[in-house]
């Protein structure tokens, strides 16, 4: 959480920084309305916490301006004895609570904390009606990723999101779209990896009528769809080398040419790309364009595995209990301090996606309206007995734990592929091709 405080009295300021800090909360502090202005532009906040009488631009204004730019955080005004009038005009300017000086800090930070979790309800409530996300994470890694997204998405920069799987790339691709210029523009999404390769380029790109035997009708393609707004490009390290190269063209001269056309047009869409696959390496091992990655990774924004940020769990964890309540209609309040305890000390290789599932399995197999230790299950997952201090590499992909599971079965049977394969419950024949596909010695 984090908190703005904004008063000209440099004592107000240092005493609330003082208890904000003592509940690890962040505070910054601003001594007039201008500076606030230049704090909010900067930093996401959590909540406002600004003095009604400033010399130069007052509480009120500041109030007023915020409420015009869109800054949605809950506001406390700080009044003197006496400012009722004024409190009431603060209130309708969209205050949330005012407080009347001399006042208690330590019941200030209890206000401000009760509005911004009401203020995070909310917010959750909203972004489930459009079908959109919330981006949920307080850890200092995360919170440094949402300086990024909020100081990046209104300008037009392409922004690459890297990642393990489940780390919640595309919900960061959405959060830009949202928090962008194009805001009210389209958000598409592509799976790179996901459609054929012959087919990649004219969805893309689109084509004329007559373009190729089959082409019986224009196509408008997905860089002109997005005009106007965001083209997610997702999984970008999967995209086949021929095409890497017209990518990167359209992204230098920000036109496109439909399959088959005579003329080109202009490309205004915003461009986020992500992948999972370490690009570096690929470009190392001439698999990407270098040419094309640098004018990707213009913006880098790198999502840490869940594993690293174990303070998020719990907010996470919640966030997951009321999205899927909505979803399946139940009242699922929490968890015990035990299966807390237990989702804390998982080392979740498969990252938010894995939390998001052992979650909804819990919820339908919990007994009451609290989730137990026992209801998550978490022996039933990929990298269960691993410790929690297990080191990143220790998380297991599905290609290595098959890869694993192989050799030892061949270790055990002294390598009988008959046996180990009897044993694996797969066929002598797959086997086989397993054993050459991961060059696994005998
Ligand atoms: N910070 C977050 N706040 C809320 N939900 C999240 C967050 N991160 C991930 N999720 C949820 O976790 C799931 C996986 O996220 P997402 O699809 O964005 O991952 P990804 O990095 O794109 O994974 P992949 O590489 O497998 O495509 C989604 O259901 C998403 O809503
Ligand atoms: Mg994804």
Redo the contacts with the bound molecule.
Sequence with gaps: MRVLICDDEENIRNLMKRFLSMEGIEADAAENGLSAQRYMRENPYDALLVDLRMPGMDGLSLLKWMRDEGFRMPAIMISAHGDVSDAVAALKQGAQDYIVKPFDPEEVVIRIKGLVESQNLRNMVESGKDGG?????ESAE?AAIKRIIAKTAPSSATVLIT??????????AREIHRLSSVSSGPFVAINIGGVPENLLESELFGYEKGAFTGAVQRKTGLFELAAGGTLFL??IGDMPPALQVKILRVLQERKITRLGGTSSMPINARIVA?T?KELEKQVREGKFREDLFYRLNVVRIE?PPLRERKSDIPL?AA?IISKYNRIMGMRISGFTPEALEALKGHSFCG???EL?NIIERAMIFADSDVIDADDLDLRNTLDAGRSAAAPPSECLTLRDAEREAIIRSLHRWEGNRTRAAEELGISRRTLITKIQEYGIEI
Excluded: H
């Excluded at 996300?133 to 994470?137: D, K, L």
């Excluded at 990642?163 to 960061?172: I, P, Q, R």
């Design positions: 996300s919330t981006f949920i994470g995360m990642g393990e799987s489940g780390t919640g790339k595309e919900v960061v997702d999984e992500a999972n999502l996470l966030y990252n938010v996606r998001e």
